[in-house]
Each structure stands twice: as structure tokens, then as C-alpha cells.
């Protein structure tokens, strides 16, 4: 495959993943589960605040064994988790 289809699916795939539909479709389930906005508002700042605690050390697990011995782990521990 040349670089420039190489390139062009990697930009696809970027747009694609960047949509994250899943974002905005739960803010709506909570509101319509009868959440206020202030509890959305609260659970969205947990959810990142958490987020943000495992990514820093996901990273440096990843510079310390390697980052594709890191993408497969956590590829293997998604599958199960689902």
C-alpha cells in the first residue's frame, strides 16, 4: 500500500474515532433517567478527572515495557472487560 492511501485511511480513521458519539448520547440517557444538569455536569467532571488518572500512568507504563507490548495489554484487558 503507498503512503498517501496509507495516510489518507489514517485520517479517516482519526475523523471517525473522533466523533465519539457515545459522549453526548449519555449526558441525554442521564438527563432523561431524571439526572439534573448539575449531576450530568458532576459526573462528566468524575469521568474525566478518572480518566486522567489512569491515562498519566498508562503512559508511563508505556515508556518503561515498551509502547506496543502496552497497546497489546490493554487491547487484551478491553476484550474482556466488554
Given at each position: 500500500m503507498n503512503?498517501?492511501?496509507q495516510?489518507?485511511?489514517?485520517y479517516?480513521?482519526e475523523?471517525v474515532?473522533?466523533?465519539?458519539?457515545v459522549d453526548?448520547?449519555?449526558v441525554f440517557?442521564?438527563?432523561?433517567r431524571?439526572f439534573?444538569?448539575?449531576?450530568v455536569?458532576?459526573?462528566?467532571?468524575v469521568?474525566?478527572?478518572?480518566?486522567?488518572c489512569?491515562?498519566?500512568?498508562s503512559g508511563m507504563v508505556?515508556?518503561?515495557?515498551?509502547?506496543?507490548?502496552k497497546l497489546?495489554?490493554?487491547?487484551?484487558q478491553?476484550?474482556?472487560?466488554?
Open positions: 503512503i498517501k492511501k495516510i489518507s485511511r489514517l479517516l480513521y475523523i474515532s473522533g466523533l465519539q458519539i453526548a448520547v449519555w440517557f442521564l438527563l432523561e431524571g439534573s444538569l448539575a449531576q455536569g458532576i459526573a462528566e467532571g469521568f474525566h478527572a478518572v480518566s486522567m489512569f491515562e498519566i500512568p508505556s515508556d518503561t515495557i515498551g509502547r506496543r507490548k497489546s495489554q490493554s487491547s487484551l478491553t476484550g474482556f472487560s466488554v
